[in-house]
């Protein structure tokens, strides 16, 4: 099994709140990525991040940011969240060469 | 931008009969990948194909990547309840760093 790490893995706050979801991995990967994801529906990617101090943002416009201090901690943060952010946000780490992708157990955010 | 499609977006079997899923993309893929979501669950990396017509077998689970590189299938044989869930392709095209997933197919397996 993968040790990639998402907390919290459920989330209810209130309009306007700031939050922060926790992404650590210890398998020394350089890429990282933040895919937001509805229940049932497909995966879209928002943010990753192929190293230290290098982010992009994704194919799906999103209002949070993420930072990457130290190869494995890959943070996501909304500023004022809005209950059109209530989704499921999943981590996924990869080795640069393989590809394969490693995903954290999600973290799902309820914004009331 | 590169799309990836997949067919169909539901799959309701009974159990024992064989299930398939594909994958469709708009521009020529370097490789793909298939993943599977349990219910509640985070995606699985299942396997990755990377040549023109390669076919890759795991038990009853058989893998294809067209000729092409544009599509690839996903066939699974007998179908069990344990193979309920949501897969998913994930393509790269040769100069990307990251993969486009599809809309999925959801399989239900009737007992």
């Known amino acids: 099994e993968a040790d990639i790490y998402q907390t919290p893995r459920y989330l209810v706050i209130g309009t306007g709140k700031k939050i922060t979801l926790e992404c650590s991995q210890t398998m020394g990967h350089d890429k990282m990525y933040w895919y937001q994801q509805d229940p049932g529906m497909e995966l879209h990617l928002i943010h990753y991040?192929?190293?230290?101090?290098?982010?992009e943002k994704g194919d799906l416009s999103s209002e949070s940011t993420v930072s990457r201090i130290r190869t494995e901690h890959f943070p996501l943060t909304l500023e004022s969240a809005r209950p059109s952010h209530t989704s499921q946000y999943l981590c996924?780490?990869?080795?640069?060469?393989?590809?394969?992708?490693?995903f954290g157990e999600g973290s799902r955010l309820t914004v009331l | 931008g590169q799309q990836v499609m997949q067919i169909p977006q539901y799959q309701h079997v009974q159990e024992g009969e064989d299930f398939t899923t594909y994958c469709n993309s708009s521009t020529t893929l370097s490789n793909i990948q298939w993943y599977k979501q349990r219910p509640g669950g985070h995606p699985v990396f299942l396997i990755q194909?990377?040549?023109?017509?390669e076919v890759k077998k795991q038990k009853r689970l058989t893998f294809q990547f067209g000729e092409a590189k544009k599509n690839s299938s996903l066939h699974i044989t007998a179908t069990q309840t344990t193979d309920v869930g949501t897969y998913f392709c994930?393509?790269?095209?040769?100069?990307?760093?990251?993969?486009?997933f599809g809309d999925g197919t959801t399989l239900t397996v009737k007992p």
């Open positions: 996924a780490s990869t080795k640069a060469r393989t590809g394969e992708l490693f």
């Open positions: 991040s192929y190293g230290v101090n290098s982010t």
């Open positions: 994930a393509g790269r095209n040769t100069n990307a760093g990251k993969s486009t």
């Open positions: 194909l990377v040549k023109s017509g």
